[in-house]
Structures are given as structure tokens and as C-alpha cells.
């Protein structure tokens, strides 16, 4: 299973960035998709997820009514568009993929870094 995650950079507080993960080597159609971050020396934490036929969506509370989760199944992709940008969504941010939705048994990519400068 591969996860390449993608779209990540250096943007102003304020502005937007999308974020793509690109799946390979399983079922993705079959698989809940989600995104996490992780700040370096800090506990991964959860952003957003998206159920494998798109019906359910789930956000971070920090993120709610700026971030909006996609997928589109025939490209075997996951987005992540975030918009309105805060010093405090600077991470690493990871896609992961689970057929159970539990995200301790998920597989994940390797990480795009997004910087929000203040």
C-alpha cells in the first residue's frame, strides 16, 4: 500500500492550500480515507475523514467551516482543501486509508508539510 500525499508548501495566514493523497495498492474505493497532523514532538492528531462511499464526513473541531475533505474514487485520490489558514495548522499533515474507519489499524503515507507564516 502506497500513500503519496502531496500539494503541501509555504502560504500566508489567511490563505488556502489543497492537498491531495494519491493511493495505490489497495481496494480504495472500499477504504475510509482520512487526514491527520503532527507537529514534531506532538501526539498525531486528527483533521478529517471521509467514508468510502463519501456519505459520512468528519472534521476536527479546529478545523470545522474551513477545511473540506473530498475523494474522488475512480483516481484513487483524497483531498483536503483548507481555506482561512492559522499559524496553528502548521504540521505535517498525513493521509491515511482503513476499511474499519478504526484509524489505529490504518495505513499511512509519508507526509506533506504545510506552513502557515503569521
Known amino acids: 500500500v502506497q500513500l503519496q500525499a502531496s500539494g503541501g508548501g509555504l502560504v500566508q495566514a489567511g490563505g488556502s492550500l489543497r492537498l491531495s493523497c494519491a493511493a495505490s495498492?489497495?481496494?480504495?474505493?472500499?477504504?475510509?480515507m482520512g487526514w491527520f497532523r503532527q507537529v514534531p514532538g506532538k501526539e498525531r492528531e486528527f483533521v478529517a475523514s471521509?467514508?468510502?462511499?463519501?456519505?459520512?464526513?468528519y472534521y476536527a473541531d479546529s478545523v470545522k467551516g474551513r477545511c473540506t475533505i473530498s475523494r474522488d474514487n475512480a483516481k484513487n485520490t483524497v483531498y483536503l482543501q483548507m481555506n482561512s489558514l492559522k499559524a496553528e495548522d502548521t504540521s505535517i499533515y498525513y493521509c491515511?486509508?482503513?476499511?474499519?474507519?478504526?484509524?489505529?489499524?490504518?495505513?499511512w503515507g509519508q507526509g506533506t508539510l504545510v506552513t502557515v507564516s503569521s
Open positions: 495498492g489497495l481496494t480504495f474505493s472500499k477504504n475510509n
Open positions: 491515511g486509508a482503513s476499511l474499519t474507519g478504526v484509524w489505529e489499524h490504518a495505513y
Open positions: 471521509i467514508s468510502a462511499n463519501s456519505i459520512s464526513r
